[in-house]
């Protein structure tokens, strides 16, 4: 069940066997969540710089690879997290949810961890209820279906000139935004999987948007 708000338990992962438990816990679950932190809006440019996943309400793990600032503490390298998550990402029978999930799809393909058996994209699903809506960004949708007010990207890294990027910041601040990230993408999937079959669209999601998802990846990958 739900812990109580505020009582979120996130963390951050350092080592192969923190990893190794996250995977287990996300098996045992059936579905998770999944997002990545980059160092660009691009998919076909940006750099992995970590991946958050969430198995169940207010849980969420943070997995940084790329972050350089000083006094960094050692991360793990992309080659031990490819080996111990790329084989859970890739199986079907473990169900994912994402926030716009092409993107995340695009990354983790282009860092060798392609995503096979996403189930749901709350950005769409968001869409197919209310295409009238004027934002579909995660924080827009938080605050309207969880009435939860999310950690903003732009606190983290600022505005303007001396904007920075995600991988120049703390690994616990960007556990708390990140594992929030995913675990609010979770937590939506929840509220808005239900609202798509009262709406009558949930086979527009089964049968359009969710099958053309991975098929607009690879023509995209591809450079049409």
């Known amino acids: 069940g739900d812990a109580a708000a505020g009582e979120a338990d996130y963390r951050t ?4 066997d923190d990893l190794v438990l996250a995977v287990a816990r996300s098996r045992a679950a059936g579905r998770i969540a999944v997002d990545t932190e980059t160092n660009s809006t691009d998919p076909m440019r940006a750099k992995l710089v970590g991946i958050s996943l969430s198995w169940a309400s207010r849980q969420g793990v943070y997995v940084p690879i790329a972050h350089v600032y000083l ?5 793990l390298t992309q080659g031990d997290v490819q080996e111990v998550l790329a084989p859970l990402l890739a199986d079907p029978s473990v169900a994912k949810v994402g926030q716009n999930l092409k993107y995340d799809s695009h990354i983790l393909r282009r ?6 058996g996403w ?7 968001a869409f197919l209820l209310e295409p009238d809506r004027p934002t579909f960004n995660m924080d827009a949708l938080a605050a309207f279906y969880l009435g939860h007010d999310t950690i903003k990207y732009a606190s983290l890294v600022g505005t303007g ?3 920075l990027t995600l991988d120049q910041i703390d690994i616990p601040r960007v556990t708390r935004y990140a594992a929030e990230d995913a675990d609010v993408t979770l937590r939506l999937a929840d509220v808005l999987a239900p609202k ?11 049968t359009i948007d969710g099958p053309t998802l991975p098929i607009l990846e690879r023509m ?3 450079g049409i």
């Open 13 to 16: 992962v350092l080592t192969r």
């Open 71 to 75: 006094g960094v503490p050692d991360q």
């Open 111 to 116: 860092h060798g961890m392609p995503v096979t």
């Open 119 to 125: 189930t749901l994209d709350t950005m769409v699903a």
């Open 161 to 163: 000139a001396r904007q």
């Open 196 to 206: 798509l079959r009262e709406a009558g669209v949930e086979d527009v999601w089964r």
């Open 220 to 222: 995209e990958a591809t």
